[in-house]
């Protein structure tokens, strides 16, 4: 009965099940990252535990660089810009990753894929909470939390064959791109709240002059 009920709620709020698509790809790209740096480490660049455990340290320090830049850079590019471009970001990061074998380039990729993810995952949590009623919270985290490890088991494991077909390079870039094109939602994200503030705006100067 809850989950019809929060089904019902969020078919009538598309702007936060987009936004929760979002952090659902925003969680895959960080565990992707994770998965493909083990065999691109030791096959691409045969490098050791060594080289692995430096990059995954360096993305872990942008992780934390990200955060506490969050707000500064949200209010010099503006929170609309900020959600489509954070989006395209991680996806041209992912990108260059197979572009070089230098170890400084890849480090430098993997800081900015930390600090860029981070920040992203915590402006889109952020304004699912803002966006969805106190009694939803908790079903609506659970659904995102449910769609993204049904999802998150399925697309590893499609991973796990294109990598037994195809070389860990074009499988990088392939998700890559994907993640560029779902920018678009952010994009979506951006006219549907235009709409909604024009119906606001209308609904009030309309009580205004009656």
Avoid: H
């Amino acid at each position: 009965m809850q989950l019809k009920s929060t089904a019902k709620y969020l078919s009538a709020r598309k702007i936060i099940v987009l936004f929760g698509c979002l952090v659902a790809l925003n969680e895959f790209v960080i565990q992707i990252v994770n998965i493909i740096m083990v065999p691109y480490v030791t096959k691409i660049l045969a490098e050791g535990p060594a080289t692995l455990s430096l990059l995954e340290g360096i993305f872990a320090v942008g992780s934390i660089v990200g955060g506490l830049c969050l707000i500064r850079i949200i209010k010099l590019m503006g929170r609309r810009n900020f959600i489509w471009m954070s989006i395209a970001a991680l996806g041209g990061l992912l990108c260059l990753i197979p572009v070089t074998k230098s170890i400084l380039i890849i480090g430098t990729v993997m800081f900015f894929l930390g600090a860029v993810a981070l920040q992203s995952r915590t402006l889109f949590s952020t304004i699912i909470l803002e966006k969805v009623d106190n009694n939803f919270q908790g079903r609506v985290n659970s659904i995102i939390n449910m769609f993204i490890s049904l999802l998150g088991a399925f697309i590893y494991s499609i991973i796990g064959k294109l990598g037994e077909v195809i070389s860990i390079q074009i499988i990088i870039y392939l998700i890559g791109m994907f993640v560029i094109l779902c920018s678009t939602i952010g994009i979506l994200i951006n006219k549907l709240e235009l709409m909604e503030e024009k119906e606001i705006g209308s609904i009030d100067t309309k009580q205004i002059s009656d």
